[in-house]
């Protein structure tokens, strides 16, 4: 495990960002993506009868929508042990191969680091 102040602070701030939309929004996860510009894009779960989607997959598709064009990085704040395959399929799919994804608990400490390849 990594306390969030081992992480610099532009990565910390997207931990922040995720922790606060789980608490926010009442939500299994929260997620935030930053892309090339240094632009953050926060969301929950989607969990409508007609759309499930993850935190981190919400966040990836809201920053494509926005004319994001890669990422630099990628927070999620979660119970889970592990991040899906396909959300870092997705941030992989934007960032590349190299593009760090923090999976932290609810109160920030970063539990595991991946790269998105």
């Known amino acids: 495990m990594t306390d969030s ?9 997207i931990v922040t960002l995720a922790r606060s939309a789980r608490a926010r929004n009442g939500v299994p996860e929260g997620a935030a993506v930053r ?14 009868d007609s759309l499930k989607l993850s935190a981190l997959r919400t966040a990836v598709a ?8 890669s990422l630099e990085a990628a927070a999620v704040v ?3 042990d592990a991040l899906e395959e396909a959300d870092i399929a997705a941030v992989r799919d934007l960032g590349g191969s190299g593009t760090p994804v923090f999976l932290a608990a609810a109160d920030g400490t970063v539990r595991a680091t991946v790269e998105a390849g």
Do not use: F, H, I, N
């Open 5 to 13: 102040t081992d992480l610099g602070p532009e990565d910390r701030k």
């Open 35 to 48: 892309d090339e510009t240094g632009r953050t894009y926060v969301a929950g779960t989607v969990a409508l």
């Open 62 to 69: 809201m920053a494509v929508a926005s004319g994001a064009q």
């Open 78 to 80: 979660s119970g889970a």
